[in-house]
């Protein structure tokens, strides 16, 4: 049974950070892409970070230089620091893990977490 756990969201003013985590368990870690995902109310879920086994990193221009994506293959866990937090940022953040031809895109992920809220407050 394939588990994905996010952890570290909360409050935080903007111009801040926070660093998310993200613990996987019941697959062959090192054959995913991870992925970072965010869904704002009334908006559509959207990728925010990807990262493959390698190392290989993919980030959308919203986030470019202010998100890192990292992960540490022999725990299973992908990290997501997140600094220079603007009020836009506020989402539900879930960890997603696809097959290793994935990227951007959510229907490319197959293993989901429940999600981390983030909120930043003005």
């Known amino acids: 049974q394939v588990q994905v756990v996010e952890s570290g969201g909360g409050l935080v003013q903007a111009g801040g950070s926070l660093r998310l985590s993200c613990s996987v368990s019941?697959?062959?870690?090192?054959?995913?892409?991870m992925g970072w995902f965010r869904q704002a109310p009334g908006k559509e879920r959207e990728v925010v970070a990807a990262?493959?086994?390698?190392?290989?990193?993919f980030y959308p221009v919203s986030v470019n230089g202010r998100f890192r994506i990292s992960r540490d293959n022999a725990k299973n866990m992908v990290y997501l620091q997140m600094n220079s937090l603007k009020p836009e940022d506020t989402a539900v953040y879930s960890c997603?893990?696809?097959?290793?031809?994935?990227?951007?895109?959510?229907?490319?992920?197959?293993?989901w977490g429940q999600g981390t809220q983030v909120t930043v407050s003005s």
């Open positions: 019941g697959l062959i870690f090192s054959d995913y892409v």
């Open positions: 997603a893990a696809g097959d290793q031809s994935a990227t951007r895109f959510e229907k490319e992920y197959t293993y």
């Open positions: 990262i493959s086994w390698k190392g290989t990193t």
